[in-house]
């Protein structure tokens, strides 16, 4: 039987950890710290945003619309557009801040992109959902969110709805 050779400086119990194993290990930790610092939800590395936030009685989120050529409105799903497009929903929520000119080409291809999956979009409606999480239904938030509607936009352009975005 062939004795192993050591580092110099380990005793025989020892085993070093293969470099692949370390690498991997130190990418991983790195990128979990990124995402930390740069606030990036991507499981399982994230900014655990949702436990380091300070939250309030109301909460106010952001969804978007499709509305067909008939005038039916329909859950805009950015999950279901391609990949490049699945950050739909981050770009939401700072929505109202950006230049007209940024919501109207971002509209422009949301619309775009699910027309070539086929779908009637004639427009997309914006909406700010408000809800009221300190009033409770047992051990549950209540369930009633209020919708404004704060933009539409369609055929290259976009229209303010509401005030107070």
Known sequence: MRTPVLPEGASAGEERVPARIRAFVWLFLAAF???GFAKIEAWPLTGWRLFSELRNERTSSWRAM???ASGA???FSFGDLPAGYHWGANILSGFATRPAAEQTAACDAWAEAARSLGLDVAAIRIYRLERLVSDRVGHRGAPEETATLVFSCGNGGIRIEAFGA
Request: charged share 35%; with cysteine.
């Open 66 to 68: 499709r509305v067909s």
């Open 33 to 35: 710290a990124l995402c």
């Open 73 to 75: 409105e329909t859950r």
